[in-house]
């Protein structure tokens, strides 16, 4: 019989769930398994912690995003944010949806060419596009949408070497009602700085203007701001037909739906209170109709959505790796998945379910990860059973941003693995090792001796 773990004796408060005025207690939930593959045969096969994506869940959330907007609008097109998420197996799902890739380094325009986008379905965002990427972005006939002033002047450099006009977006920051406002990226609305931009460039008849852009902030919980943005930018693209010539062949609104997932700050579920997709799609269709653009000159609508694309696609599954009590009486356990694996940890109440059914009693909880660093907090509070070592936890939504912003910080990077439509587990990147992780580094001669 193996023996029990011992723990001090402790008075704790514990609430056994009945309804009171403000509801009922919450009570902890399990999931035994992720697409109908079992937990713990993940892990036993590909290690803990793991990240999991589901083929299936992608493309339905794809398809009713790409839906939503269609119905409501005849000319849309996605293009998948590589900095949410830019595995080659998650992006080329995009792709075959028919998604363009939107870059905002040469780093990820790389990566799309590498995928197999051609230029022409690349759309080049960002603050920092060296020369020769540029040169490269307009031979390749991608999407370059200007950020700045000193852009603008390396594109007119390139139209002389070229001997031809460059077709170019610029990109536009705006008061929308969110605040604080994104007005480090682009040129200002509302000091006419975007409007004197284009003037500039059409006096110097290197440029042409096929586009614009605006991004207007992430996790945007109130969709009134997209249409405020949509209306400001069609008024702005009726503006530059009418003064200078220009018939825009799209509008781009960026991307920042949220997904489900719940912020510090939220106080009930993300799941139960952010708005779903479609209320997001009718509020910027309808600013664009408003608009009564002819039909030969009606401009498509692009969107540069990532996190509400793939966020609820991917899960952590992480492992217990110890139990403490905290001075004050605090029940803490220690899990092998700290946030340098769970970036996101410091934005969001993850939900967290148990990899199993435990019953007992709920106690006020606090999840740590396994970095010898005082920031490392998966959850300063949430009520959970009594845990062991080896229990197993699944954190999600978990699928944007994780796989871009970790870090090789006391721990290893883990496996992802994709489960496939048809049911099938592949490992589309492996678990780090030392030699991973030391692979480009030399030692002088003179330290080895």
Request: proline share 5%.
């Amino acid at each position: 019989m193996q023996k029990k773990q011992y723990e001090r004796p402790m008075i704790v408060k514990h609430i056994a769930g009945l309804s009171n005025k403000v509801g009922r207690a919450k009570t902890s939930k399990s999931m035994q398994s992720i697409s109908g593959i079992n937990i713990k045969e993940l892990t036993a096969k590909y290690g803990s912690p793991l990240f999991v994506f589901c083929e299936k869940t992608i493309r339905e959330i794809y398809k009713n995003a790409l839906r939503s907007f269609s119905v409501r609008y005849p000319k849309v097109q996605f293009a998948w944010s590589y900095k949410t998420n830019y595995l080659d197996s998650i992006c080329k799902i995009y792709h075959d949806e028919g998604s363009w890739a939107e870059v905002v380094s040469e780093y990820e325009y790389e990566m799309a060419i590498r995928n197999g986008v051609p230029g022409n379905k690349i759309i080049y965002n960002g603050p920092y596009k060296p020369y020769e990427s540029l040169k490269r972005a307009v031979n390749d006939d991608a999407m370059i949408h200007i950020d700045h002033f000193d852009e603008m002047y390396m594109l007119e450099q390139l139209s002389e070497e070229l001997g031809h006009p460059i077709d170019v977006a610029i990109r536009i920051n705006m008061d929308t009602g969110i605040y604080p406002i994104w007005n480090r990226f682009g040129f200002n609305l509302e000091n006419h700085e975007a409007m004197n931009v284009v003037r500039r460039m059409h006096l110097g008849k290197k440029l042409n203007l096929v586009g614009i852009h605006s991004h207007i902030g992430t996790f945007i919980l109130e969709p009134s701001a997209y249409k405020t943005e949509t209306a400001k930018l069609v008024e702005f693209a009726k503006t530059v037909e009418q003064e200078l010539g220009y018939t825009l062949k799209y509008i781009d609104i960026g991307g920042g739906f949220p997904s489900v997932n719940t912020l510090h700050d939220q106080y009930a579920p993300g799941a139960e209170t952010n708005k779903p997709v479609e209320v997001y799609a009718e509020a910027i269709t309808s600013a664009l109709l408003d608009a009564n653009f002819a039909p030969e000159r009606l401009p498509t609508l692009i969107l540069e959505t990532g996190r509400a694309l793939i966020d609820e696609a991917g899960s952590l599954i992480t492992s217990v790796v110890a139990n403490k009590r905290l001075p004050n009486g605090t029940r803490m356990v220690i899990i092998d998945a700290g946030v340098s694996t769970l970036f996101t940890a410091f934005w969001y109440k993850h939900e967290i379910m148990l990899g199993e059914d435990k019953g007992g009693l709920l106690e006020e909880t606090s999840i740590y990860g396994p970095l010898c660093m005082n920031i490392d907090v998966i959850r300063p509070s949430i009520r959970l059973p009594a845990m062991t070592v080896g229990d197993k936890l699944i954190i999600k939504p978990a699928g944007a941003y994780n796989v871009t912003q970790w870090m090789q910080f006391i721990h290893m990077r883990p496996a992802i693995v994709l489960i496939g439509e048809n049911g099938k587990v592949d490992c589309i990147r492996n678990a780090e090792t030392v030699d991973t992780v030391k692979g480009p580094e030399m030692t002088p001669d003179w330290l080895n001796s």
